[in-house]
């Protein structure tokens, strides 16, 4: 017998009347009555009542038209219950004016299923399942354990172009077999309700591939395979997606897709061991752009610098616009061979003719991912590089080397705390820092020329403001003024001997990053430089 559970997922749905019964029956007819467990809307509708008890004299009446079924036959119903498994009875609906039959389908020893036929279909007397393919309207097919197809209906040999022949297997459908195992296994299990959906490509359709839905119910002896064609949903849920996570603009990824994208790449490459390569680029002067021809023109600008992003498009390298002139190249490549593909692309820019702007550049930041290191950060180092371009002259790469760079920036921002209340000697500790921050990205490999000048310039700012502040302590009275030049002294030889290493070729950015924080900052303007905080106030 067929699990009640299992009648109710096959019939719930569909557009057939059908209703689960228990039968309580007694000596007396007029004592009987039937108890309605479920009734699914079609059936609510057609009985005109969601009672959930009614006596088995009433209960017949509400479906039946008068004159439609005899006497004996209500009076039979004692009978028929306790004999039969199934059971054909014939009559005609209320409100309807089909011929129709009601099937009852014993599910337990008191429970039945309740099916009603309007129509004029052929159905098969005692079997529950063939039942169900004869009322469907969907494609379906009943499954033994070894995968022989025992019947199915005609939608299903149409769908599948089986040329009005029933197949033996599942195996004759041509789903794929990595697909075909699903179901195998799908089948075996023999666990009453599932579903699954598989990518199907049918004979001579010029169509793309189209997505099936395959509803499972089964009873431990058999299983009924539903089939339906969700294609149409599925492309309507694709085109939603594409919509959101793609910018309508210039068809790239848009911000939201690049970063759940850039978690899976860098799951992806921990697991196999590769480099990622993240760098940002900024259309340089883009606000000019907009003001002197307008945003229509700017817009054009940005799709054009979009269209040649895709020319370059190939494995393991992909695209995204997260900003308003903002965009992102993902590399799965190591440094080299990601600079030499972002050299290329820069110089497609730079030699673009863009309608009306003519010609435009791009400052670009480059951040190779760091073990262990968070998607956050290495956003930022490559942000940070791309600004670092941008403060040294744009239409220019500039290469992060490691998180020194974003420490750097965030410990050398300038803080109201550090203000001496001397607004000579806060404006020179201010530009120091400055000073050190521009001396620390101009270690990039393709700053180095510049790095000559920082160094040059930090030191002479340094001797500047030492010389400065001296004098303004010395008008106070500032009683260590003889050890704070002592302390000044020996900076500036640190800083000299800073100089001669790196024409030597010997200064590294931890070396510089440690003089700036630990000697310049934190050792000297917070420590020493507050002990004459109190003289100038």
Same mark, same amino acid.
């Given at each position: 017998m067929m699990k009640k559970e299992i009648f109710w997922d096959l019939f719930n749905d569909t557009f057939i009347p059908v209703?689960? !019964? %228990?039968?309580? /029956? +007694?000596?007396?007819?007029?004592?009987s009555y039937v108890e309605i467990l479920e009734t699914n809307d079609k059936m609510q509708s057609m009985i005109g009542s969601t009672a959930e008890r009614l006596q088995v004299s009433d209960f017949w009446p509400s479906l039946m038209e008068a004159g439609s079924v005899e006497d004996k036959l209500?009076?039979?119903? *004692?009978?028929?219950?306790?004999?039969?498994?199934?059971?054909?009875?014939?009559?005609?609906?209320?409100?309807?004016?089909?011929?129709? &039959?009601?099937?009852?389908?014993?599910?337990?020893?008191? =429970?039945?299923? !309740?099916?009603?036929?309007?129509?004029?279909?052929?159905?098969?007397?005692?079997? &529950?399942?063939?039942?169900?393919?004869?009322?469907?309207? #969907?494609?379906?097919?009943?499954?033994?354990?070894?995968?022989?197809?025992?019947?199915? *209906?005609?939608?299903?040999? %149409?769908?599948?172009?089986?040329n009005d022949k029933t197949p033996e297997s599942i195996h004759d459908l041509g789903i794929a077999d990595d697909q075909l195992e699903l179901i195998e296994n799908q089948i075996k299990k023999q666990s009453g309700k599932d579903t !699954?959906? /598989? #990518?199907?490509?049918?004979?001579?359709?010029?169509?793309?591939?189209?997505?099936?839905?395959?509803?499972?119910? +089964?009873? *431990?002896?058999?299983? /009924?395979?539903?089939?339906?064609?969700?294609?149409? %949903?599925?492309?309507?849920?694709?085109n939603l997606l594409k919509q959101a996570?793609?910018?309508?603009?210039?068809?790239?990824?848009? $911000?939201?897709?690049f970063f759940e994208s850039i978690e899976k790449k860098i799951s992806q490459a921990e697991t196999l061991g590769k480099n990622l390569i993240l760098s940002m680029l900024d259309i340089d002067h883009f606000k000019l752009i907009n003001d002197m021809w307008g945003h229509p023109v700017g817009d054009l600008v940005l799709e054009q610098?979009?269209?040649? !992003?895709?020319?370059?498009?190939?494995?393991?390298?992909?695209?995204?616009?997260?900003?308003?002139? &903002?965009?992102?190249?993902? =590399?799965?490549?190591?440094? &080299?061979?990601?600079?030499?593909?972002?050299?290329?692309?820069?110089?497609? =820019?730079?030699?673009?003719?863009?309608?009306?702007?003519?010609?435009?550049?791009?400052s670009f930041g480059v951040a190779e991912r760091l073990e262990k290191e968070t998607v956050k950060n290495f956003y930022n180092r490559a942000d940070e590089a791309m600004y670092q371009a941008k403060r040294?002259? $744009? *239409?220019?790469?500039?290469?992060?080397?490691? #998180?020194?760079?974003?420490?750097?920036?965030?410990?050398?921002?300038?803080?109201?705390?550090w203000?001496?209340?001397?607004?000579?000697?806060?404006?020179?500790?201010?530009?120091?820092?400055e000073a050190g921050k521009r001396l620390i990205f101009s270690l990039y490999p393709s700053l180095e020329d510049n790095a000559y000048h920082e160094i040059d310039s930090l030191i002479k700012h340094t001797i500047q403001h030492f010389a400065s502040e001296e004098a303004i302590l010395e008008k106070i009275g500032f009683p260590q003024l003889k050890e704070h030049k002592q302390i000044h002294a020996d900076l500036i030889t640190k800083a000299r001997k800073l100089e001669k290493a790196f024409y030597e070729k010997k200064l590294d950015e931890k070396t510089i990053f440690t003089f700036l924080i630990d000697d310049l900052l934190?050792?000297?303007? =917070?420590?020493?430089?507050?002990?004459y905080f109190a003289y100038i106030s």
């Amino acid at each position: 017998m067929m699990k009640k559970e299992i009648f109710w997922d096959l019939f719930n749905d569909t557009f057939i009347p059908v209703a689960l !019964l %228990q039968f309580d /029956i +007694s000596k007396n007819t007029d004592d009987s009555y039937v108890e309605i467990l479920e009734t699914n809307d079609k059936m609510q509708s057609m009985i005109g009542s969601t009672a959930e008890r009614l006596q088995v004299s009433d209960f017949w009446p509400s479906l039946m038209e008068a004159g439609s079924v005899e006497d004996k036959l209500i009076a039979s119903i *004692n009978d028929f219950v306790c004999a039969a498994d199934s059971k054909k009875i014939k009559f005609r609906v209320n409100r309807s004016k089909d011929k129709s &039959e009601s099937i009852l389908i014993r599910l337990e020893d008191d =429970i039945f299923g !309740l099916v009603i036929i309007t129509s004029d279909v052929n159905v098969h007397d005692n079997d &529950e399942l063939k039942v169900y393919l004869d009322l469907n309207i #969907e494609a379906a097919c009943i499954i033994e354990k070894n995968l022989h197809i025992r019947d199915c *209906n005609k939608k299903f040999i %149409q769908m599948f172009s089986l040329n009005d022949k029933t197949p033996e297997s599942i195996h004759d459908l041509g789903i794929a077999d990595d697909q075909l195992e699903l179901i195998e296994n799908q089948i075996k299990k023999q666990s009453g309700k599932d579903t !699954l959906v /598989i #990518e199907f490509a049918f004979e001579n359709d010029s169509e793309e591939n189209r997505f099936l839905e395959l509803k499972f119910f +089964s009873d *431990n002896q058999s299983t /009924i395979m539903v089939v339906s064609d969700i294609t149409v %949903q599925k492309t309507t849920e694709a085109n939603l997606l594409k919509q959101a996570t793609t910018d309508s603009l210039t068809h790239l990824p848009n $911000r939201g897709a690049f970063f759940e994208s850039i978690e899976k790449k860098i799951s992806q490459a921990e697991t196999l061991g590769k480099n990622l390569i993240l760098s940002m680029l900024d259309i340089d002067h883009f606000k000019l752009i907009n003001d002197m021809w307008g945003h229509p023109v700017g817009d054009l600008v940005l799709e054009q610098l979009a269209s040649i !992003l895709l020319s370059h498009k190939k494995p393991g390298l992909s695209f995204a616009r997260v900003g308003g002139e &903002e965009f992102v190249i993902l =590399i799965e490549s190591d440094l &080299e061979n990601a600079l030499k593909d972002i050299g290329t692309i820069k110089t497609d =820019i730079d030699t673009f003719y863009f309608n009306t702007v003519g010609h435009v550049s791009c400052s670009f930041g480059v951040a190779e991912r760091l073990e262990k290191e968070t998607v956050k950060n290495f956003y930022n180092r490559a942000d940070e590089a791309m600004y670092q371009a941008k403060r040294t002259g $744009r *239409n220019r790469i500039i290469v992060a080397k490691s #998180e020194m760079s974003i420490f750097t920036s965030k410990y050398l921002d300038w803080s109201p705390n550090w203000n001496s209340g001397n607004p000579i000697i806060d404006a020179e500790h201010q530009e120091l820092l400055e000073a050190g921050k521009r001396l620390i990205f101009s270690l990039y490999p393709s700053l180095e020329d510049n790095a000559y000048h920082e160094i040059d310039s930090l030191i002479k700012h340094t001797i500047q403001h030492f010389a400065s502040e001296e004098a303004i302590l010395e008008k106070i009275g500032f009683p260590q003024l003889k050890e704070h030049k002592q302390i000044h002294a020996d900076l500036i030889t640190k800083a000299r001997k800073l100089e001669k290493a790196f024409y030597e070729k010997k200064l590294d950015e931890k070396t510089i990053f440690t003089f700036l924080i630990d000697d310049l900052l934190k050792g000297h303007i =917070i420590l020493e430089d507050s002990k004459y905080f109190a003289y100038i106030s």
